[in-house]
């Protein structure tokens, strides 16, 4: 199963081992459909806004209305 379809901006997901936090966009793969998708996230401890690559999230926690 692949992880990357069942999430969304707003979902509160697992990152890595141990990093919560909030989905608030993402990037497909433009010129290569089967290049991994880029998730913008913020860390819901420190705020911190970065990149991830989708494979990276682990788990869902919460999902947005």
Excluded at 39 to 52: C, L, Q, R, T, Y
Aim: glycine fraction near 10%.
């Amino acid at each position: 199963m692949d992880i990357n379809h069942y999430f969304k901006p707003g979902d509160t997901v697992l990152v890595g081992k141990d990093e919560i936090a909030k989905v608030l966009s993402f990037v497909g793969g433009a010129r290569d459909p089967d290049s991994s998708t880029l998730f913008h996230i913020a860390n819901v401890d420190s705020g911190e806004i970065k990149f991830v690559h989708g494979e990276e999230v682990k788990q869902i926690l919460s999902k947005s209305e």
